[in-house]
């Protein structure tokens, strides 16, 4: 056997594979979601996603210290608010749970970075992403609210804010509207690429926003559909966002390549809350490597071009990562 070139010599030692490795991964690509809720020392478990809580103001500042201290760069905020309308006034109100958890973080740990979802779903008495006119979501209505909902997150301290609703047109009126706010340097995160997906359920449990009718598959995006989700990623850069994300992650990461390869933003992914599910379920049963199996599904998000990773897995993966 005369072989010119052996791949094999390359993976003998741990050293030598760690010097030739192609895709890093580190606590920097990741982001941290966190569920707040009124009240006080509030700390409700969410049963479908071990290890996830929803949390009072003063336990999510908590969390917070923590990823700060294993060097996550930043967290995204889901509320959860005090009471439910048709219009979702909670997500707009200059005292809402968000905003409040916003001030509170930022006067805690300055230096952590809050990105707050821009939605209606948890805060609408039907659990839809807008306002509803007949039976569906009406698009132009919805914007309005959600242009709101982003300034006052961006004037309560946020330093990104990222809409996940999926109406037409959002970022150039959020832009607009952030500018004529004088918040110029708030930058957008969009969910550009948000499919209608079965791995949403346990979020749903989480931020407690399960429609009461229907579905959202009128707005978010139908799986098989990769060419529109590039049109999505470019409408929505031209008018204005900063960054872009796709989500979920694994069973889209050929989205991420694409869109990774179509454009010159940073790119990131969700890894939604059923993919954490699945990975945790495994894992408790025994049937897999939970911390093997989380590096090896991060890593590959990265691989596939994310530049970051919105996941549950940030705290655990970065102890690992150090």
């Excluded at 479908?48 to 009072?56: D, K, R, Y």
């Excluded at 996940?164 to 970022?171: A, E, F, K, L, N």
């Amino acid at each position: 056997m005369n072989l010119t070139f052996r791949p094999r010599r390359l993976r003998r030692t741990p050293t030598l594979r760690r010097m030739v490795r192609e895709t890093r991964l580190a606590p920097d690509h990741l982001v941290y979601p966190l569920f707040v809720v009124p009240g006080q020392g509030v700390r409700n478990p969410v049963e479908s996603m071990p290890g996830v809580f929803q949390l009072s103001v003063e336990g999510i500042v908590a969390e917070c210290k923590e990823v700060h201290a294993l060097g996550i760069p930043a967290v995204i905020l889901f509320g959860i608010p005090e009471h439910k309308d048709a219009t979702g006034t909670g997500a707009y109100a200059d005292d809402g749970i968000v905003q409040r958890a916003v001030r509170a973080i930022k006067q805690a740990v300055p230096e952590l970075a809050v990105i707050t979802d821009v939605c209606l779903c948890e805060y609408t008495d039907h659990g839809h992403c807008g306002v509803i006119e007949g039976n569906d979501v009406a698009n132009d209505p919805t914007v309005e609210l959600l242009v709101k909902e982003a300034v006052s997150h961006a004037r309560a301290g946020a330093d990104v804010v990222a809409p996940s609703d999926m109406m037409d047109g959002r970022v150039g009126a959020i832009r607009a509207g952030l500018d004529d706010a004088g918040l110029t340097q708030v930058p957008i995160l969009s969910y550009a690429a948000k499919f209608a997906s079965a791995f949403y359920g346990p979020f749903r449990d989480a931020a407690e926003s399960v429609p009461k009718f229907g579905d959202r598959r009128s707005y978010q995006m139908d799986p098989p559909n990769l060419r529109e989700a590039l049109r999505e990623v470019l409408l929505d850069l031209d008018e204005g966002a900063d960054m872009v994300m796709v989500k979920p992650a694994i069973p889209y990461l050929d989205v991420v390549r694409a869109v990774r390869e179509a454009v010159d933003v940073p790119v990131a992914a969700y890894n939604v809350s059923g993919e954490y599910a699945m990975i945790r379920a495994a894992a408790a049963k025994g049937w897999i490597d939970g911390d093997a199996a989380m590096l090896e599904l991060l890593t590959g998000i990265r691989r596939a071009g994310a530049d970051l990773i919105v996941t549950y897995f940030a705290k655990d993966a970065a102890r690992l990562l150090g």
